[in-house]
């Protein structure tokens, strides 16, 4: 059974960090394009980061470039992200997603980030 487990969310400052985390379990976790994905109170969904299935290469959305890191372990089957100078506008739920596009799309069930002012 697939699963995507995501921890680390929470209420932190503005300018705070906090770092995401997403147990994945029942697949072959090197093998997929991951996904961190937001979607904000009364907002559609926002794509956050992506990273490749070998983990070289990284993407972000130009709203947290700068500010927020993807990261894997392969040997672990975990994703990250690692984001640091939050903003008030970075409030959202944080779901992590494997295969965005794909056929075998999968969402885990999310973390809350709350941004304080």
């Known amino acids: 059974e697939v699963q995507l487990v995501e921890s680390g969310g929470g209420l932190v400052q503005t300018a705070g960090s906090l770092r995401l985390s997403c147990a994945a379990s029942?697949?072959?976790?090197?093998?997929?394009?991951m996904y961190w994905v937001r979607q904000a109170p009364g907002k559609g969904l926002e794509w956050v980061s992506a990273?490749?299935?070998?983990?070289?290469?990284?993407y972000y959305a130009d709203s947290v470039k700068g500010r927020f890191t993807i990261s894997q372990d392969n040997a672990k089957n975990m994703l990250y992200l690692q984001m640091n100078s939050l903003k008030p506008e970075d409030t959202a739920l944080y779901y992590c997603?494997?295969?965005?596009?794909?056929?075998?799309?999968?969402w885990g069930q999310g973390t809350q980030v709350t941004v304080s002012s």
């Open positions: 029942g697949f072959t976790f090197s093998s997929y394009w």
């Open positions: 990273i490749n299935s070998g983990g070289g290469s990284t």
């Open positions: 997603v494997r295969g965005i596009g794909k056929r075998d799309n999968y």
